[in-house]
């Protein structure tokens, strides 16, 4: 069979090659349908089309008054962007926040202290917080460090500041993660914090997060509302890519 | 600071190394620990350690009377086992299954259009299917695909193969798929179809699937039983990938 790309289809793919490019850039202007339709040769209706598309993507923002521009948030973040809520919705252009509930050293349980790598009993620090976006709660988030990552923490000052930028000043830089997410219901902590009922949907992730070295410096578990965020990859055909579905408990 | 990497968790980068470049085959037994032992020049506790670590992630399985073998479904899958739920079921070991529950010709609305990209009121294909892992319901899909693409899936038996080996053979084949994840409650037809009380969190993968040319051919809106499927996916600050998390309505 053929399958002709229609000529929006083909427009799109070269806006979207530009933006992913940095061509346009992200938050600047897009041109105008104007400019576009006569750099383009075509007429205004796959113009209007392909940014549509993008549009509907959350590629491009804005319209309706406002002049459309390219969203900051395209697919592509980088790794520190994707690892730190802070830094995340800062680039959104929205103000993160963060409130903690929990702050402690205890020794690791054997299930934690394999899963830190280290030995069962050993010092290790948590942190339960909830974090906002705007005002609004958005994700309640409980991280394990090894002590001596996270007695960097003890003592800072959380409820202004990422801890990733505090251990980063303490020479402690997370350079690859593992992510596992899926769904769950929310529990008492969650439902109070996050204002839902308990058993509401929440997307879970759980984090692993590796050092320079290779030793794991963080494990986490982040209970997102749905209604405020979602998870976006991409892959294909040309380009291995460390995604996988997995069965639970196949292993 | 000093954060050395102890001899477990050197070990377990490198056998960690060795089953993703496939030096250590899926599905193969991995060597005994007597012969890693040997190799290696430690003790049999970091190299316990170690396989206990993989074991935790998945990436080792059996043991307990049954010799322990590299995992088919590694964190890296290829784009096919990850697109069609018959191949990685497959690939698992299980026997995939699927339902049929509605499979319609109708016209696009304009929000069904708008992401297919084509014209409202174009025909388009709808298919509903329950998938199953063994004999359990795992995940309702809801796959829409352009006329001139679904009129492939309109007279074949789905309930004994797979809608993109069905495609394969007329040349339409993805190459690229976006990928939104968060998490929603069961509806009714849900809640009837996974045997799950209306309101029970479900994991949702929405799905823009691109053939060759960069048009769409489907869309889909899978629901996942979280108990049965969950996804896991790696970064690092390395390689640049399409990852993202995203604020819901913020584009």
Redesign the interface.
């Given at each position: 069979?053929t399958?002709?790309?229609?000529l929006?289809?083909?427009l799109?793919?070269e806006m979207l090659r530009r933006i992913r490019s940095g061509e346009w850039c992200a938050g600047e202007k897009v041109p105008s349908e104007k400019s576009l339709i006569a750099e383009f040769g075509t007429s205004r209706g796959p113009v209007r089309?392909a940014l549509?598309?993008l549009?509907?993507?959350?590629m491009i923002?804005g319209g309706r008054g406002a002049p459309p521009r390219v969203?900051r948030?395209?697919?592509?973040?980088?790794?520190?962007t994707?690892m730190s809520f802070t830094e995340?919705a800062r680039e959104?252009g929205?103000t993160p926040g963060q409130k903690v509930i929990e702050r402690v050293k205890l020794p690791a349980t054997e299930e934690i202290a394999?899963?830190l790598?280290?030995a069962p009993d050993d010092p290790i620090v948590e942190i339960i917080r909830v974090r906002l976006?705007g005002d609004k709660p958005a994700m309640l988030e409980r991280s394990l460090f090894p002590y001596?990552?996270g007695r960097?923490l003890l003592r800072v000052d959380l409820d202004n500041g990422s801890i990733y930028q505090t251990l980063a000043r303490?020479?402690?830089?997370?350079?690859?993660?593992?992510?596992?997410?899926?769904?769950?219901?929310a529990h008492p902590l969650e439902a109070e914090q996050l204002h839902v009922d308990q058993?509401?949907?929440?997307?879970?992730v759980r984090r692993i997060a590796y050092?320079s070295?290779?030793?794991?410096?963080e494990t986490a578990d982040d209970r997102?509302l749905?209604?405020?965020?979602?998870?976006?990859?991409?892959?294909?055909?040309?380009h291995?890519?460390?995604?996988?579905?997995?069965?639970?408990g196949?292993?």
């Open positions: 069979m399958l002709h790309s229609p929006h289809a083909q799109y793919e089309q549509a598309t549009r509907a993507e959350g923002v969203h948030t395209a697919p592509h973040q980088s790794f520190d994707f995340w959104l929205m394999r899963e790598q280290i976006l001596e990552v960097h303490a020479e402690v830089v997370p350079v690859r993660a593992k992510h596992i997410i899926d769904a769950i219901p058993g509401a949907p929440l997307l879970r050092g070295t290779g030793a794991v410096i997102y749905p209604a405020m965020t979602s998870f976006v990859v991409e892959n294909s055909a040309d291995s890519m460390p995604l996988a579905r997995q069965a639970v196949a292993a």
